[in-house]
């Protein structure tokens, strides 16, 4: 079996976490190959719930779980995670990669400082210091997981730097302490752990954080995250060979959301909006803002998976659709006068952009039940896989495991 990358398509809380624990049973390990603990992937396991930011979602599959050298690592999260793992009465088997790049308090402190300094214009960035330390690491300044734990660990020039625009650093000793030690003994290489497990006849799954349209370079910058979201990106940001991506399978939710700013051409403002916010639980999963909540953008999602080769589609979050009137698809933008469904050219004047509905028929008050789609629901499926030419095969109809349905097989 080929390895499975799970991206997202949207503005990230597409429900990736979800497929990812529905799927891993069929693997042997869950990777995570990007973004760091901005990311919040949330499950729901018979009315308990989950959130797991750096931890790969496969931990409650029990699977071989591995952080990839293209993530940001904040070994101080990590350890909460491994604490409330090992609370549960559980042992997460994990291997993060030795070039992972650290954040330590002092990323954090810039990501707040930079926010600050942008003012009205603020990203609404989730201030886990993610886009410093990548930035710290294009400028050769941070150390690595590795470096803690081999004893090569060397802040100076990056004090020094800090210094320059930062008041009243905290003595960074008991940080470096704390973190050596939740990584001792579970660094390593990870590209080459997967390519052995792979060599063995085993599969592995990418988990993707965040969405296509957060790319730092192809999503709607400057309002993105500070790393690559693409599934283009797994090969990078673990080390391995190109082809060993493997399939492509991209999660939407049947409707939008963005947290945080930035353009969004299809954002529902007033109570239908207020109404899906509220039913889909859409308050973000690592700061606690509301989401904001738009109708499904046909013009973003077509970009998405041309851009990503996405093989198969996973769309999520269905059941939410059934408690709102409207139901609305957005198949194109006016800017300036002129409409165009390519998201690449609205791209640079996307804040302008008028969206042109289509009108579906309305999910209001269906009951969707396991394993059964009802009328709405699967010309909405038709319509994108008519739209998007690839299959929709896993649709998602509540935040419990069971309410997954699998449609090819
Ligand atoms: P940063 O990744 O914290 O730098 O934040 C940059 C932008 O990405 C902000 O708009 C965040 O709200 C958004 N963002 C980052 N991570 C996630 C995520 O996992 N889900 C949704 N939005 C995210
Ligand atoms: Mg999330």
Redesign the pocket.
Known sequence: MRNLCIV?LQ???EGKGKIVDFYADRFEGVVRYN??S????TIVIGGRMFVFHLLPSGYLKKKKLLIGPGVALDPLTLDGELQLVRNEGGEADLLIDERCTLVTPFEKQM?AFIETLRGENA??????G??PSYAMRALRLTPRAGDLVNGTFDMDAAISFYKTFMKDLPDLGPWKEESRKVLAGRTGNVGESIMAMNEAGHSVLFEG???VL?DLVYGTYP?????HTIANYVPAGLGIPNTSLGDVMGVAKAYT??????PFPTEILGETGEKIRTEGKEY????G?P?RVGWLDLVGLKYAVRLNGVSELALTKLDILAKVKEMKVCIAYSIDGEETSNFSRALPKLAAAKPVYMDMPSFFGVELREHQLPGPAQNLVEFLENELKVKVTLVSMGEERSATMKRHA
């Open positions: 997202g503005w990230g809380d973004g760091g901005n990311a919040g992937h990501d990203l609404g960035t989730t201030k886990r993610i886009g954080a965040q969405g957060l309002y993105v995250t500070g790393a959301t963005r947290v945080g700013g930035g973000g999963a690592t700061t803002r989401r």
